[in-house]
């Protein structure tokens, strides 16, 4: 099924008060609720999902200071897809420091009334995310709001699917999250320069901060650049800082959220 787009004219969205920042591709997207009550007879009268969505745009322009709603996408209990600021361009919602890492798509549920998505809204979130990445350079990561930023945000339900792989309703398997690479026990021998260390356990620290989107060379050899690197990653995940890969950090490279 194609995806059933509600384009901003469609439903009625106020111009942005300025110049989106863009944004050419991300690690994926970042799925959200509404934080509040959600009358469940949206399900039942899709007029009322386009009056929420012009609702919840007015409140981050009038409220937060905005320049626009503050998600890439929305998605309805009708499978419906509203665009608000769309592909190519920075969302507002992931909180300070992580927008440039993710699409953000909105689901119409709450924390109260409707909080468990239909069918039709997850089949519209996945839709919208098959969009972000052929138009906006999405990659393939499917996480919630709440990973990397404190917040309830997707809630129990959506979290729970989330979490689960994003599976497509009816069983077949939608733009899933590879999810956590496998998560190999700490070698015992710390990971530390100079002088340069070697072996095969360095090779898998490597691919493991490589996939986590750290650029370096899986090589094999604990040098100069590796133990940079590890000093960036303990910075980020508030550990000492000393450029060792020692358990705590080793751990960190595969349990630690990525942003």
């Not at 600021?85 to 699409?103: C, D, F, I, K, V």
């Not at 733009?175 to 496998?182: F, I, L, N, Q, V």
Request: a positive charge.
């Amino acid at each position: 099924m194609a995806i059933d787009l509600v384009t901003r004219k469609d439903w009625g969205a106020r111009a942005p008060r300025g110049s989106y920042t863009t944004l050419t591709s991300t690690k994926g997207v970042k799925v959200h609720y509404t934080g509040g009550r959600v009358e469940p007879s949206i399900v039942d009268d899709h007029a009322k999902c386009v009056a929420m969505v012009k609702s919840i745009q007015s409140f981050h322009m009038d409220g937060n200071g905005w320049l626009d709603i503050g998600y890439s996408m929305v998605a309805c209990p009708h499978r419906k897809v509203f665009v608000g600021r769309g592909p190519g361009h920075l969302p507002a919602a992931n909180g300070p420091g992580l927008n440039t890492g993710h699409y953000a798509v909105l689901g119409l549920v709450g924390n109260s009334g409707l909080t468990q998505p239909p069918d039709g809204m997850l089949h519209g979130i996945l839709d919208a995310i098959d969009y972000l990445r052929e138009k906006g350079g999405a990659g393939k990561e499917i996480k919630g709001h709440r990973d990397g930023y404190s917040t309830d945000c997707p809630g129990t339900a959506l979290y729970a699917w989330v979490k689960k792989g994003a599976p497509r309703p009816g069983g077949s398997t939608g733009p899933t999250d590879p999810g956590p690479a496998e998560h190999p026990k700490f070698p015992g021998r710390l990971l530390k320069y100079p002088p340069v260390m070697r072996g095969e356990d360095v090779r898998t620290w490597q691919a493991q901060m490589e996939k986590r989107g750290f650029t370096l060379d899986v090589d094999g050899a604990y040098g100069l650049a590796s133990r940079d690197l590890c000093r960036r990653f303990q910075r980020e995940q508030h550990l000492d800082v000393d450029g060792v890969v020692g358990k705590d950090t080793w751990d960190a490279a595969w349990e630690a959220p990525i942003a």
